[in-house]
C-alpha cells in the first residue's frame, strides 16, 4: 500500500499578482472552477476577482495587496487546484490548512460549503479592513531563542507563526516591524517582509471576536468527509465550531510542531496546493534524516504552471 496523502492550503503571505495565469488561460477545468468561484464572489468584494488577478491592464500589485481580493483568491485558486488534481485521479486521505487555508481544508473536506467559505473570507477582510489597525509581517531566518535572548528587540511584537527550526514570523505595527527589522539587519539575521498588512494571530485583531463569530454562527457545519489535520490543534480534529475559526486567526501557528506529530508513527506524502509552494519547502527543513515522508508542491511563483503540474504528476508516481 502507498503513502497517503494529505493536501495542504496556504495561507496570506503566498499570495502574488498572476498567480496561476498560465492554469487559467490554458486550463479548462482550472478556468471553470476560478470563474464558478467568481461568480460567487464578485457580487460580495464589487468588481470580478478574476480581473483583480489577471488583468494586464491593472498596476501589478495595486489592487491585488488589498485582503478583501486577496482572501478570496486564494481560496479560490487552491479549490480550483484540488478540483484538478482530482480530474487527474489524486485524492487527499487527509487535509491541512495554515492559517487562512485552514477555510480551504474545511471546504474540500465537506465540513463547510463551498460558498459559506468564500463568504467568510470575504467577510473576514472587510472587518479586518474596517476594525484592525494595519500591521506587518517579518519571516525571521534564525530560530526562536532570540526572541528571548533580545525581550528589548522583540518587546513591541508578537510571534505569528513557526515554520521549521530556522524560520519563523513576527507581527506588529508597520513601525515597529521596519525598526526590528533594521536592528536584525545590523545583527546579520536574514528576514523578509510577508505581503500581509494586518495583525493576524496577534492581539491586535481582539476587537474583531465578537463581529466574527457572528458571522461564523450563519455557517452551517458537517462532520469532515475528509479527516482534517489541525494546524492549530497539531492533530486531527473531529469537528469544526465557531471557537475553533476564531481561534485559527487570532493564535499564532505552529507548522512545525503539526507536521512533527504527524510524521512520528507514519509516512505521508504532502501535497501543496499554495500558490507558491512555501509549505512543501517547509516540511523539507523540518522532516528527520530517517522519515521516508516527502513533500511536492503544484505550483509555484515562477509561472510555467502546466509543466509544474506535469512535474508534480512524475514526482507523485515517484514517491507514492
Request: aromatic share 10%; proline share 5%; with cysteine.
Amino acid at each position: 500500500m502507498g503513502k497517503k496523502q494529505i493536501f495542504m492550503f496556504s495561507g496570506q503571505g503566498s499570495q502574488y499578482y498572476q498567480m496561476g495565469k498560465e492554469l487559467y488561460q490554458n486550463h479548462q477545468l482550472f478556468k471553470q472552477s476560478m470563474d464558478e468561484c467568481n461568480a460567487f464572489v464578485a457580487p460580495l468584494i464589487g468588481m470580478s476577482l478574476t480581473e483583480v488577478i489577471y488583468n494586464p491592464k491593472v498596476e501589478k500589485g495595486a489592487i491585488f495587496d488589498r485582503l478583501l481580493y486577496t482572501n478570496p483568491a486564494l481560496l479560490s485558486i487552491q479549490y480550483s487546484l484540488v478540483r484538478v488534481l482530482k480530474d487527474m485521479g489524486v485524492y487527499p486521505d487527509f487535509v491541512m490548512g495554515y492559517s487562512l487555508g485552514e477555510v480551504t481544508a474545511a471546504i474540500v473536506s465537506e465540513a463547510i460549503s463551498l460558498e459559506d467559505g468564500l463568504k467568510l473570507v470575504v467577510d473576514m477582510a472587510h472587518l479586518a479592513e474596517e476594525e484592525t489597525p494595519q500591521a506587518r509581517m517579518l519571516a525571521i531566518m534564525a530560530e526562536k531563542i532570540i526572541v528571548v535572548q533580545n525581550p528589548d528587540l522583540f518587546s513591541k511584537c508578537w510571534l505569528t507563526a513557526t515554520n521549521f527550526t530556522e524560520n519563523f514570523v513576527i507581527s506588529g505595527l508597520p513601525h515597529d516591524i521596519q525598526s526590528l527589522q533594521n536592528d536584525l539587519k545590523e545583527e546579520g539575521i536574514t528576514t523578509q517582509k510577508l505581503p500581509v498588512n494586518y495583525g493576524f494571530h496577534t492581539p491586535l485583531i481582539e476587537g474583531l471576536e465578537h463581529r466574527f463569530k457572528k458571522i461564523l454562527s450563519e455557517i452551517s457545519y458537517s462532520g469532515p468527509v475528509i479527516p482534517i489535520i489541525s494546524s492549530r490543534q497539531n492533530e486531527v480534529v473531529a469537528s469544526l465550531t465557531d471557537e475553533y475559526f476564531w481561534e485559527v486567526i487570532r493564535y499564532p501557528v505552529n507548522f512545525q510542531k503539526t507536521i512533527e506529530n504527524t510524521v512520528k508513527n507514519e509516512d505521508f506524502v504532502f501535497i501543496d496546493l499554495g500558490p507558491s509552494g512555501s509549505l512543501a519547502t517547509s516540511i523539507k527543513y523540518i522532516l528527520p534524516p530517517s522519515s521516508n515522508s516527502v513533500a511536492l508542491q503544484v505550483m509555484n511563483q515562477y509561472g510555467k504552471n502546466l509543466h509544474m503540474l506535469e512535474k508534480f504528476g512524475d514526482n507523485l508516481l515517484v514517491n507514492s
